[in-house]
């Protein structure tokens, strides 16, 4: 299962805000969903990532008030997304290669289908890796010692 599409992993509704909010808007929003990232859209289009860690370089550090400062000026925007049809070998593999814990998988259209995040999918690889201990635990208790 370890190739098996990233977005029926763990698919998960994106939770987004305009581009015209403000940081306090999507913390809020973040907040209220219990995420740690949020997508920034321009309609449908992805053209930002928010997440915990810009409130606190971007916001915080700065010391920029939340309710009056634009997303767009604190967001991330070198994005680093991934279409539907990726793997979670290769979702995992940019994710370290970036430095990034979450991941906006996209559709044809430039479109946020989701957001992935580290360890949504690094608890599906122990899931994986468990159902192979226990698929080789009964393989071996058929069997019995020695084959």
């Known amino acids: 299962m370890t190739t098996e599409a990233a977005v029926r992993t763990h698919p998960v509704p994106v939770v987004s805000v305009p581009k015209d909010a403000t940081a306090m808007d999507a913390i809020q929003k973040m907040a209220e969903t219990g995420v740690s990232a949020t ?48 793997d979670r070998s290769t979702v995992l593999r940019l994710m370290a290669e970036h430095h990034i814990r979450h991941l906006p998988v996209v559709d044809a259209d430039g479109g946020v289908v989701t957001m992935l995040s580290m360890r949504h999918l690094l608890r599906a690889e122990v899931q994986d890796l468990t159902q192979t201990v226990w698929e080789l635990v009964a393989e071996n208790a058929v069997d019995g010692p020695g084959g």
């Open 39 to 86: 997508a920034v859209v321009d309609g449908r289009k992805l053209v930002g990532v928010f997440t915990e860690r810009d409130v606190v370089m971007r916001v915080v550090v700065r010391r920029l008030d939340p309710a009056t400062t634009p997303i767009v000026e604190v967001m991330t925007q070198k994005l680093v997304t991934v279409r539907e049809d990726a």
